[in-house]
């Protein structure tokens, strides 16, 4: 059978400089179309894995597309058999040019072990031009999206490395804790994202630390309580005064043994309008 005689108008549209341009463009994100050749599914099993949220290939850009018309890259698996030779040709055609080509697994790299086989053609480059060859059979799903982002430049673009080597800054302090127990600070940060999620949570452990610092003496419960209680009728949001309150009743006490009466009585609060 003659090997494809590529159009004159494809040749020329996918020459070296038009496909490094491509590649200046595809950083972002790139469709992939997958042609089976003849494979025997073991390629296809690993493709599938590599685009499970395991291994998350779409932070990378990778994105699968169910027509060779919107595809940046076609990536062919198996030995081009006799039955999908033309099939591969249609799809190659129909890609929008330039386009790239990658040749997956040993089959679709060299024909692997039916390279000599009388009802195969042998490899992918043996039809048509090949950018990029992923070896393995099959190949790991890490290697499939390593061997793609690193061929198409992408890994160098959404990577880079960075020494301390000579890094001559000292890394920042600790801050002293209030109560001289930083897993005092610890236990507050925690109990606060429970109260009131990751961000407002964080906003709710500034408040309340702001607030016990106003103390002259943060280890004496009365006179930490008429320090929250402060901070508390000075708050416009009613349930961020409510957490500081639950606050100092569940964490502050537990380090800080404090008497009923030296806790924050937040059922005798009206919270009328934000008010007291």
Known sequence: MKIYDMPEEIKVANEIEQKLELLKHIGRSFSVYRIDCGSCNGCEIEIFAAITPLWDPERFGFKLVANPRHADILLCTGPVTRQMYYPLLRAYEAAPDPKLVVALGACGSTGGIFYDAYSVLSGIDKIIPVDVYIPGCPPHPASIIYGLTTALGVMEQKLQRVSFEHDSEMPPL????????????????????????????????DKYLAALAQSPEVKNPKAAKAALVLAMKEESDPRYAECMGILHNEVYSAYVPCEEEEKIALNQISWGEGKW
């Open 174 to 205: 600790v801050g002293d804790s209030l109560l001289g127990n930083t897993l005092f600070e610890r236990d507050l940060l925690v109990y606060a994202k429970r109260l009131m999620s990751y961000v407002f949570g964080r906003t709710l452990y």
